[in-house]
């Protein structure tokens, strides 16, 4: 039988897969690949990737968008307006502490951070992140 494993969750990410177990894994950034003023995380996984993160202040960078699902953010404490890029045009999503919203797969956002945030966030796969504002 396997030991339960206990790991700091600011540390690693958690993998869930959609049949097999569960791991911790490492918070890995370095598979990028570079495409003009993007670049492409890849994190190699199949299913659901999903840890913790805390933000004092708004990225530098000038957006992301998940390509292969969606994201679930769901606010612990503190506050951020989630910056997203509709058809339509721009809009601005207020999310309070108690609070969870989805991204929907391929839509540009990015975090606004009113106060200092603490956050889970559940996706998979793919990231393209714009490298500037």
């Known amino acids: 039988m396997l030991q ?9 990410h958690v993998h869930v897969r ?3 177990p569960a791991e911790f894994v490492a918070k890995d950034f370095s598979n990028v690949t570079r495409l003009g003023d993007t670049m492409v995380w890849d994190p190699a996984v199949d299913g659901i ?17 998940h390509l292969d699902s ?10 951020f ?11 601005e999503i207020p999310v309070r502490a108690g609070q969870a919203v989805i991204v929907p797969q391929g839509i540009w ?7 200092p945030c603490h956050f889970l966030y ?7 992140i714009r490298r500037h504002i």
């Open 4 to 12: 339960p494993t206990v790991m700091t969750l600011s540390e690693v």
């Open 18 to 20: 959609p049949r097999g």
């Open 49 to 65: 990737l999903w840890g913790e993160s805390r933000q004092n202040q708004s990225g530098d960078h000038g957006g992301e968008r």
């Open 70 to 79: 969606d994201e679930v953010l769901y606010l612990i404490s503190g506050a």
């Open 81 to 91: 307006r989630l910056s997203i890029e509709l058809e339509a045009g721009p809009a």
């Open 109 to 115: 956002h990015r975090l606004l951070v009113d106060e």
């Open 122 to 128: 559940f996706g998979g796969g793919r990231t393209e």
